[in-house]
């Protein structure tokens, strides 16, 4: 009677031992899942925190350099989420600021930096791209305002300006401005903008590091020379 039941538990044992293997199995399996998204979101949590501690510190030089008050939005779910820094304030006696828009170009993923500085005149508008197909899908914005020339072939070939007053803006932009705007948008992907009393300069990408923050510096300056011939000082 022993042995019998003897036999009927180890049959049982043996009936149990895949069953418990395989629980096993499943457990360290989805011990490992849990181990590897905690580590990927550990890895991205990292990169984002990175990657805008960088774009802040070159915010906070622009702010210091250009003295102008800086926000810095506070990071949100965890700090997975971080809003970009901007500057704002007067500059050269005139509203600015520095900043990436909520979306993108055209609503698309592009995203740009823009420099927005006020202006005195809101009814002259006019929008300037480089050359190309980037430059056309940019001056979808420009609505049905014919292309400006002005009558040098280098020039016309290199930028395409929109406008709804060719005279005032011929004054506004003589040849070695224009020149000198140019040569700023050259390999570029930006837009000049002047619509509703706010000039604008837009780039595509974030300002992460020195070059970046230098290159919008001298187009601040640019673009406020640009402000001040419109309202003719």
Not at 205 to 224: V, Y
Request: proline content about 2%; aromatic content about 8%.
């Amino acid at each position: 009677m022993d042995s019998l039941q003897s036999n009927v538990l180890d049959e049982n044992t043996l009936a149990l031992r895949p069953a418990l293997t395989i629980s096993v199995i499943m457990f360290l399996e989805i011990c490992f899942i849990v181990v590897l998204a905690i580590g990927v979101a550990a890895l991205f949590w990292f990169m984002v925190r990175q990657s805008s501690e960088k774009i802040v510190r070159q915010y906070r030089k622009i702010a210091q350099q250009l003295q102008l008050d800086l926000t810095e939005p506070t990071p949100q779910l965890a700090g997975f989420i971080r809003a970009e820094p901007f500057v704002h304030g007067m500059y050269r006696l005139r509203e600015i600021s520095i900043s990436v828009p909520g979306k993108g170009l055209q609503n698309t993923r592009q995203i740009e930096t823009i420099i927005k500085v006020k202006v005195d005149d809101g009814s002259l508008t006019w929008q300037i791209t480089t050359k190309g197909l980037l430059g056309g899908f940019r001056q979808r914005d420009s609505g049905s305002k014919q292309r400006w020339l002005s009558g040098d072939s280098l020039l016309d070939a290199a930028i395409d300006v929109r406008t709804n007053d060719g005279l005032q803006f011929a004054r506004i932009f003589h040849h070695d401005r224009l020149a000198l705007l140019s040569k700023a948008l050259k390999d570029s992907k930006a837009t000049i903008t002047l619509r509703g009393g706010v000039l604008s300069f837009a780039e595509f990408g974030l300002i992460a590091d020195n070059a970046k923050r230098e290159r919008f510096l001298e187009m601040t300056e640019l673009i406020c020379d640009v402000a001040e011939a419109v309202e003719d000082r």
